[in-house]
């Protein structure tokens, strides 16, 4: 969060109407969070995917490859994972019951997601909005 992506990713998420939450290790423990504006800081990964739509890591925190997905899972409303450093393993997330986005890897369609969360006449920013996107820095 301390990364200048991660401000701006936070900053165009607000813009679009979503709730962010976000957990970064250093900054969550050493209370550094109240200069940020527009985000919950959580101090620990589950209380961070409780309730959210969907997870997007940010960073390559070793940690993060070690988090318990399962766990994490059950406290999502829709288990949506956006990997924007193609770091976790796609397979260990399908097994959690995921819908894995890796960017710039291809995406098998998901007939059962695709459906259920879209419709013809939504943009982009009508999905997002009033969404709790949580991220992980």
Request: proline share 4%; with cysteine; charged share 20%.
């Amino acid at each position: 969060m301390r990364d200048a992506p991660a401000l701006i990713l936070i900053e165009q998420l607000n813009r679009l109407g979503a709730k962010v939450k976000a957990y970064d290790p250093i900054i969550s423990q050493t209370g550094m969070a109240h200069d940020l504006l527009g985000v919950k800081v959580e101090n620990d990964v589950i209380k961070l995917a409780n309730g959210c739509d969907a997870l997007v890591l940010v960073t390559e925190w070793q940690s993060f490859l070690n988090l318990d997905y399962l766990k994490i899972g059950d406290q999502m409303i829709t288990k949506i994972i956006i990997d924007g450093r193609n770091f976790l393993d796609p397979q260990i997330l399908a097994a959690a019951g995921f819908h894995y986005i890796g960017i710039g890897r291809p995406t098998p369609v998901d007939t059962a997601f695709t459906t259920s969360t879209q419709s013809t006449s939504s943009t982009g920013a009508e999905l997002i909005k009033s969404k709790l996107i949580s991220l992980l820095l």
